[in-house]
């Protein structure tokens, strides 16, 4: 059995590059094409094409079986493109179970809910000192709350990482943060909350309504929540000061991650859907 994994390897960080590792660490044969790729031959048991923001090009029509993994379902405008091409797949995957939904009643395509995940490798949890009291690696947004709450946090607790940084510091940031903050914009379960969960930290959330959250996370045992600004700052106040409670639940968090969440795991329950043998 062989697997064609399509996507565009601009950056080691992409998604699809997680998947490439996982398919290394479950000994799957597979190559690689880029989606303009117009010469994939017809030899492989799956085609994979992995969501990567770029919807000019499109799986060739005799691939097959071939498979979307849907990302950015959550997203307006990638929508629209994702809901024309999901229907040209013989098994389609969505980063977001809202996404997986929401393809169903629009086109009728089977959809199923795949998160995001992380790579343990990649993101790891190198026991660092906690130099760190919260750390964001990322980008504000626009006209959103996340760059009010990050501008927030940066002057409330001074000693804290925000801001970006090259995908390989990751794991240090995180690992040497006390909390790792997200906001997601869009009520999305996101690649962040994973990779905070991998590296150690305290996972520092705004609740997602639904959207698969509690069936992955339990607020208290391995993650903790805030419905809003004040909210925020009284669970980041509160753990701070109880390093042990804190600690426990990051360990909570972490053992859910690499045990369950991994993209090795992902790309086994995709494999398991399409009928790999």
């Known amino acids: 059995m062989r697997l064609a994994l399509v996507f565009n390897k601009e ?23 880029w989606t303009s790729d117009g010469n994939i031959p017809k030899k ?19 691939l097959r079986p071939s498979a979307f993994y849907a990302i950015d379902t959550h997203l307006d405008k990638p929508y629209e493109k994702i809901k024309e091409q999901a229907v040209h797949y013989d098994h389609v995957f969505c980063a977001q179970k809202d996404g997986a939904d929401k393809l169903k009643r629009d086109t009728g395509v089977n959809a199923d809910w795949v998160p995001i995940g992380c790579d343990p490798e990649k993101h790891r949890d190198l026991g660092l000192q906690k130099r760190f009291d919260v750390a964001f ?3 504000e947004g626009k006209k959103n709350l996340r760059g009010e ?25 995180y690992s040497s ?10 009520n999305d379960i996101n690649m962040r909350m994973f990779e905070v969960l991998s ?33 925020l700052f009284r669970v980041v106040d509160y753990y701070l000061a109880h390093n042990d409670e804190r600690e426990r639940i990051a360990g909570q968090g972490h053992a859910l991650a690499v045990s369950s969440h991994t993209y090795a795991d992902r790309l086994k329950k995709m494999l398991e859907i399409s009928g790999w043998k």
């Open 137 to 139: 690696v990322g980008t």
């Open 199 to 231: 590296c150690g930290a305290l996972l520092v959330t705004n609740l997602i309504r639904d959207n698969g959250f509690g069936e992955i996370f339990s607020p208290g045992v391995n993650t903790a929540v805030y419905r809003d600004p004040g909210e």
């Open 149 to 173: 709450l990050l501008k927030a946090l940066a002057r409330r607790y001074p000693n804290s990482f925000i801001g970006r940084a090259e995908s390989g510091l990751l794991s240090n940031i």
């Open 44 to 62: 492989y048991d799956l085609y994979l094409r992995v969501d990567h923001g770029d919807y000019k090009y499109d799986l060739p029509a005799d």
């Open 177 to 186: 943060a006390k909390i790792g903050f997200n906001y997601s914009i869009n």
């Open 11 to 33: 950056r080691e960080d992409t998604i699809g590059c997680y998947f490439e590792r996982a398919a290394k660490h479950l000994k799957i044969p597979y190559d690689h094409y």
